[in-house]
């Protein structure tokens, strides 16, 4: 499966985003998705992680309440809903499909989207 994720900007603190990922192909769903994320300097963390079905979703203490992750397996789309961003949250956003696996493990994805840039100004 191939990913595109867009809905990157600059966005002032408190704002919010929805970003999305676009896949190719006719499997998108047998796929668990994920978005991790990677400011300048440091290690890619996880963001967000929803299951094949969509019935699951799993998330880090750094982001819950403030982020949602949903997917249309229709449109071949999982979107990240982002709320009250922080200068923080400035990063590049990427989307990871996985077909086995914890989804916020970094290892053992099938594949990346590009990434897409998320500023947030204080």
């Known amino acids: 499966v191939q990913l595109q994720a867009s809905g990157g900007g600059l966005v002032q603190a408190g704002g919010s985003l929805r970003l999305s990922c676009a896949a190719s192909?006719?499997?998108?769903?047998?796929?668990?998705m994920s978005w991790f994320r990677q400011a300048t300097g440091k290690e890619r963390e996880f963001v967000a992680g929803?299951?094949?079905?969509?019935?699951?979703?799993t998330y880090p203490n750094s982001v819950r309440g403030r982020v949602t992750i949903s997917r249309e397996n229709a449109k071949n789309t999982v979107y990240l809903q982002m709320n009250s961003l922080k200068p923080e949250d400035t990063a590049v956003y990427y989307c990871?499909?996985?077909?086995?696996?914890?989804?916020?493990?970094?290892?053992?994805?099938?594949?990346w989207g590009q990434g897409t840039q998320v500023t947030v100004s204080s």
């Open positions: 990871g499909a996985k077909r086995f696996g914890k989804l916020s493990d970094m290892k053992g994805f099938d594949s």
């Open positions: 192909g006719r499997t998108f769903s047998s796929y668990g």
């Open positions: 929803i299951t094949q079905s969509g019935h699951t979703t």
